[in-house]
């Protein structure tokens, strides 16, 4: 992963093995961010626009023969070291299955919004854009055929094998970005993308290298989009900012982004795929009649789980009785806060975002926050069993 560029931030980590607000200073970050990408570094590579690698044919020339190692660490090496990001034109050559594929998501809207389904967003105003939560297996159940053409995509495979090895697991989200949508806020994108400053920064500063790893993130465009209709906006090389998960919630850094950033337009069958850590943000939809739509790929790292499953709903319901005395009894709240942390699940994710929508937050809450809550609002056991209940309700997996 990328090597320390802030001094500060060295001495920090090395001090004392977590980051703070304090190490993001805004010169080194533009020392990190003000490099050029060469195309001679980059073989498989057709071109580079505005320091975004640009791959078409010589790729697709390489990567189904001997060479496709040499390719996929070519790949690798262009999201870590290099800009962060690159773009598979025509990743998608035939367009008839992007075009089944996208009747089926634009019916999927259409249903939602029939039922009544919230929009929630994570990094946007709600209802602004259409939204299709856990398109993956929706898409699947009802269109299996058309499923199988999309991802039998190898370019797709390709990548994500070239980031997370075997055994990756594909999640997918479809955004349309109407006319008059606004941007986004610059981000980092998950895991500790999806937390606010306070949260990310209880993690050590290699938990902020190792974040990057797990994921990668993609986007299908399913139409062509020209600048107008607000493709997403990226800064190269801001993915080698080891402060960067705190850096994004700063004002001088959005600024800075917001003068800086490159805008590239891309065609229908385009992908592009990008380190989850590098600074971006959909841009403004300001077409008088295209709906930008995005089939917004997220690939997991297959060691993000757990050895076992465990019930942590019925450890939660057998645990409060005991909590709750005890906090009667006036035990030292970090006592009770650790019991909640070796029980309770303590992230939002996965879940089902169609039922357990971010609506207002960054995150839904967790298991553990609301163990937490209940003690500290002195729930009676019947409410914190009614409300563990409801949660698991909407986190489960299934179609809404």
């Not at 709600?126 to 159940?141: E, F, Y």
């Not at 297959?302 to 035990?331: H, N």
């Not at 207002?360 to 967790?366: E, K, N, S, V, Y």
């Amino acid at each position: 992963m990328p090597s320390l560029t802030s001094s500060t931030a060295a001495s920090a980590r090395t001090a004392t093995g977590w980051l703070s607000a304090d190490d993001c200073s805004l010169e080194d970050f533009k020392a990190v961010v003000e490099q050029t990408t060469e195309l001679a570094d980059y073989p498989f590579a057709d071109a580079v626009a505005s320091n975004v690698l640009l791959y078409g044919e010589k790729l697709r020339a390489a990567m189904a023969g001997p060479q496709r190692r040499e390719v996929q660490a070519e790949l690798m090496r262009a999201l870590t070291d290099g800009p962060g990001i690159v773009v598979l034109q025509g990743a998608f050559d035939d367009h008839g299955v992007v075009d089944r594929a996208t009747d089926a998501f634009l019916a999927r809207i259409e249903l939602e919004k029939a039922a009544g389904t919230a929009a929630g967003d994570h990094f946007a105003k709600p209802g602004a854009n259409d939204r299709v939560w856990g398109a993956l297996d929706k898409l699947a159940v009802a269109e299996p055929e058309v499923f199988a053409d999309y991802y039998a995509n190898d370019a797709l495979a390709l990548i994500s094998e070239a980031w997370l090895g075997p055994g990756y697991q594909v999640t997918s989200q479809v955004n349309v970005v109407n006319p008059g949508g606004q941007a986004q806020r610059a981000h980092r994108d998950y895991h500790l993308g999806f937390m606010d400053a306070a949260t990310s920064v209880q993690f050590p500063a290699h938990a902020h290298l190792l974040s990057p790893a797990l994921t990668l993130q993609g986007a299908v465009a399913h139409c062509d989009m020209p600048v107008e209709t607000g493709p997403t906006l990226y800064l190269p090389y801001s993915h080698q900012y080891e402060p960067g998960y705190l850096a994004f919630h700063l004002q001088e850094f959005t600024d800075y982004f917001l003068a800086n950033y490159v805008q590239l337009p891309l065609a229908k069958g385009d992908a592009a795929f990008f380190n989850p850590a590098l600074f971006h943000g959909a841009g403004t939809n300001v077409s008088a009649d295209v709906r930008r739509m995005a089939n917004l790929l997220q690939v997991s790292s297959p060691f993000g789980r757990a050895m076992e499953s465990v019930d942590r709903v019925a450890m939660c319901k057998a645990l409060y009785p005991v909590l709750l005395q005890r906090q009667a009894d006036g035990a030292d709240q970090a006592d009770l806060d650790n019991v909640i942390a070796s029980s309770a699940e303590g992230y939002s994710f996965p879940t089902n975002l169609d039922r357990d929508q971010p609506v207002g937050l960054i995150a839904p809450q967790t298991q553990a926050g609301l163990m937490r809550q209940a003690l500290a609002e002195k729930w009676s056991v019947e409410e914190l069993e009614q409300a563990l209940d409801a949660q698991a309700e909407r986190t489960r997996p299934g179609l809404a």
